[in-house]
């Protein structure tokens, strides 16, 4: 169901306060695990050399293919979203629209499949 759709059928809910970003819901400095520094040169090698597009809003659509139906499906998608701004050189303010979908697999089967496109107004 679109939000449009959901709209019409009076099951989108809003609540007028201001979204806390994650910087904001640490306190003090937080540091790199060499877990993530060992993720973060396995994303390097592995993800594709593509373009992506420059002067537009952007959408992102990532799926992520879990052994777990425990995982929750928004855990990756900030650490690999800064690894890909990093690498493509975007920022991510500029992702307007994200989709995440989450699959299960056999362990060993995991995955992350994305699309970086430009975001069409309408």
């Known amino acids: 169901m679109s939000l449009c759709e959901a709209k019409a059928h009076g099951v989108v809910h809003r ?26 040169r396995s994303c390097r090698a592995l993800l594709p050399k593509i373009e992506v597009p420059q002067g537009c809003k952007l959408q992102i659509h990532f799926v992520f293919g879990f052994s777990s139906a425990g995982s929750d499906w928004d855990n990756p998608i900030k650490p690999l979203q800064d690894i890909m701004q990093d690498l493509y050189g975007f920022n ?3 992702i307007y629209r994200g989709i995440t979908d989450k699959v299960l697999v056999k362990k060993g089967s995991e995955f992350i499949e994305f699309s970086i496109t430009p975001l069409e107004d309408g």
């Open 15 to 40: 609540i007028d306060l201001k979204p806390l970003s994650v910087n904001q819901a640490w306190k003090g400095r937080r540091f790199k695990t060499d877990r993530y520094k060992a993720y973060i």
């Open 92 to 94: 991510d303010s500029r």
